[in-house]
């Protein structure tokens, strides 16, 4: 069994950065793509990056593409979203997500894809 827990979140202002930490314990995440999504108050959860197993491949949303970055350190099963120059429309509660894949797959966008997810963490840009 996979848990994941993310951390990192808090209020900022806009134009600040955050890292979001999500950490596996249990089955190692190694051989795992992750994910991460948001879901802003009152909208639906939106997608907003993946990185592949290995950490070559990473996919971002149009709406964070130069401004987030998704890394990984699979000697610690841990994945990081790097977020700067935040703004008021990045306040979401923050999820991370995983599955196993093989490596030659590219991460997947889709939510529905994802077999393990945390509890989240809140992340409020005020302007």
């Known amino acids: 069994q996979v848990r994941l827990v993310e951390s990192g979140g808090g209020l900022v202002q806009a134009g600040d950065s955050l890292r979001l930490t999500c950490a596996s314990s249990?089955?190692?995440?190694?051989?795992?793509?992750v994910a991460w999504f948001r879901r802003a108050p009152g909208q639906e959860r939106e997608f907003v990056t993946a990185?592949?197993?290995?950490?070559?491949?990473?996919v971002y949303a149009d709406s964070v593409k130069g401004r987030f970055t998704v890394s990984r350190d699979n000697t610690r099963d841990t994945v990081y979203l790097q977020m700067d120059s935040l703004k008021p429309e990045d306040t979401a509660i923050y999820y991370c997500a995983a599955v196993r894949t093989i490596m030659t797959v590219s991460p997947s966008v889709q939510a529905e894809s994802y077999d393990y997810w945390g509890q989240g963490t809140q992340v409020t840009v005020s302007s």
């Open positions: 990185i592949s197993r290995g950490g070559g491949d990473t």
């Open positions: 249990g089955r190692s995440t190694r051989n795992f793509a």
